[in-house]
């Protein structure tokens, strides 16, 4: 194989590129906390109340900054397991991306309305489907990489592929169902978003290989 054909299946030029789209999706998130004014509506408040009173916003920026600082580290977590890259892979990456970038416009509407007792169900099934499109987009990479070990190292174990695997999928139930909660109960899904993210906060599980348990 050429030295041209293996730096386009190498897998170091998707995972610069993703860096990047992760670190301007994590710094969009702050920018949607303005600072907040003092006077208006013939009526003034003091500084402390005010920045006081944008609590939804700063819980909703730490939640989805954590949210993305893990997807951050379990991207190159998995991306140890891959040997090449394909056509078809990048673009399920791009997508994944995609769902990554989006989740910004999510966290300012759920910042903004979830005190709301009007609109605050459709803050949270905003945010909640936010929650969901990445690892549903995430669950895809996964899966058409490791099909027939298509793209990831065969030394890898088939029971830890396979786990892989049962994570991905459990993860996608549990954001569907934080995503259904949400038509019901703001708060039973919160608390499921809340929960996984704690829950991922975990060290990943360590990779079997065939030959060792490295």
Not at 85 to 111: E, K, Q, R, W, Y
Not at 186 to 201: E, H, M, N, P, W
Request: aromatic content about 14%; some cysteine; proline content about 5%.
């Amino acid at each position: 194989m050429s030295e041209h054909q293996n730096i386009e299946l190498s897998t170091q030029r998707i995972e610069a590129f993703s860096d990047g789209v992760f670190a301007i999706a994590i710094t969009l998130l702050i920018l949607e906390i303005r600072v907040p004014p003092l006077h208006g509506a013939g009526e003034s408040k003091s500084l402390t109340s005010a920045l006081l009173e944008l609590w939804p916003s700063y819980f909703a920026y730490v939640l989805s900054f954590v949210m993305i600082g893990i997807y951050w580290a379990n991207h190159h977590y998995l991306f140890r397991f891959f040997n090449r890259t394909d056509h078809i892979f990048n673009l399920l990456n791009v997508f994944f991306l995609m769902c990554i970038s989006f989740l910004p416009f999510p966290t300012a509407v759920l910042g903004e309305y979830i005190t709301d007792p009007d609109n605050q169900r459709t803050a949270t099934t905003l945010y909640a489907l936010g929650l969901l499109l990445p690892a549903f987009s995430w669950l895809l990479v996964w899966l058409y990489a490791s099909r027939h070990n298509r793209l990831i190292d065969t030394r890898l174990d088939p029971s830890f592929v396979k786990f892989l695997t049962r994570q991905f999928m459990l993860s996608n139930g549990l954001y569907l169902g934080a995503f259904l909660a949400s038509l019901l109960s703001t708060g039973v899904s919160l608390a499921i978003c809340v929960g996984l993210t704690l829950l991922y906060l975990l060290p990943p599980k360590k990779p079997i290989y065939r030959e060792s348990q490295l």
